[in-house]
């Protein structure tokens, strides 16, 4: 079936502007975390939405950063007033239902965005 | 957090058994070992995951010593499409954050 699908796959901006980035989970997953992965570096925990739960947004780097799921489904990344630091590879991930021990992430292949 | 220590790159021919070693010494009881990779350009993969007992599934092996301060991710037939870096994660006790290291970059040479 259809896994976790990002868009755009690249983006690249200018410092100052906003952009907004998209995760579409595969089907009937509750979980949905979003990533950042910087050039040679593991990944960075940035917000997690569980169901109608509120979403985890302590991995949010600063107040420029946000995050929104409609529906339960499609989940948008915005960061505002980008900067040079925030070029990174974006990685959107879902599973089923978090349970300890049995927790299994499908990733996104990312959106890697370029802040000139 | 436990916090996991592997190589930072390793060699591995293909066809050979690739072992990847991981320490976590500080594991607590309840937290389980997990290991996922990533090749190039792409997001990464789930591989294995254990707590105590060895596991096997059609992808790889994991071997987790006694005291569980260590594990070993067993690729058992390399292939050159194994080649990418991965990482081994400890998850917190109760709660669904993963903490990823820097992983190991496995090459296999043909």
């Known amino acids: 079936g259809a896994g976790v699908s990002q868009s755009p796959s690249n983006k690249v901006t200018e410092k100052g502007k906003d952009v907004e980035l998209r995760c579409d989970p595969i089907s009937g997953h509750t979980a949905l975390y979003w990533y950042r992965q910087s050039l040679g570096q593991g990944l960075e925990f940035l917000i997690y939405f569980q169901g109608n739960s509120a979403p985890d947004k302590s991995g949010l780097p600063s107040d420029r950063f946000s ?3 409609t529906g339960g489904s499609v989940s948008t990344l915005t ?3 980008t900067q040079q630091e925030d070029s990174a590879v974006y990685l959107c991930a879902s599973s089923p239902l978090y349970r300890l021990g049995t927790d299994t992430q499908y990733f996104g292949p ?3 965005l370029t802040v000139l | 957090d436990a916090k996991t220590t592997q190589p930072t790159s390793m060699d591995c021919a293909e066809g ?7 320490n976590h010494s500080t594991i607590s009881g309840n937290e389980y070992v997990y290991w996922y990779r990533q090749i190039h350009s792409q997001g990464p993969q789930y591989i294995i995951h254990g707590l ?3 596991e096997t599934n059609e992808m790889a092996s994991l071997i987790i010593t006694e005291d569980r301060k260590s594990s070993t991710l067993i690729l058992p037939h390399a292939t050159l499409r194994d080649t990418a870096v991965y990482y081994c994660i400890v998850n917190r006790d109760s709660n669904y954050q993963l903490i990823w290291g820097a992983g190991t970059k496995l090459i296999i040479k043909p």
Do not use: D, F, M, S
């Not at chain 2, 050979?16 to 991981?22: G, I, V």
């Open chain 1, 110 to 112: 990312g959106t890697r």
């Open chain 2, 52 to 54: 105590k007992n060895n």
């Open chain 1, 67 to 69: 995050a929104e799921r």
């Open chain 2, 16 to 22: 050979r058994a690739a072992n990847l070693p991981c």
């Open chain 1, 79 to 81: 960061i505002q007033r």
